[in-house]
């Protein structure tokens, strides 16, 4: 078995839930790869934050949305943006002592 580690932009996401260019048995197909390791699905920082903005308007969708993230995400792998990145980079460079992740 070949295991691939993907990434899912949050349209991508948003397509699968919606079934918006994607069948029923494509997406059938994500979620069975999922389940037998055959892919393992990172979750960003960034895929959250989206999600979260879209609450206040669209609270089904939002929901709908992080069902789906959490389904076929492995939680294991998890990423920041490159922004949080560079945050964290500079704090540890100016911290006395070392900080390990």
């Given at each position: 078995?070949?295991?691939m580690i993907v990434y899912f932009d949050t349209?991508?996401?948003d397509h699968l839930?919606?079934?918006?260019g994607v069948t029923a048995w494509e997406l059938f197909r994500i979620r069975r790869?999922?389940?037998?390791g055959c892919i393992r699905v990172v979750v960003s920082y960034l895929n959250i934050e989206e999600t979260l903005f879209i609450v206040p308007s669209q609270?089904?969708?939002?929901?709908?949305r992080v069902k789906l993230?959490?389904?076929?995400?492995?939680?294991?792998l998890v990423v920041r943006g490159h922004q949080n990145n560079l945050n964290y980079s500079i704090i540890c460079?100016?911290?006395t002592t070392p900080?390990?992740?």
């Open positions: 078995m070949v295991e349209n991508v996401f839930e919606q079934l918006n790869a999922v389940q037998h609270p089904v969708r939002a929901e709908a993230i959490f389904e076929l995400a492995d939680k294991n460079g100016q911290a900080v390990t992740v």
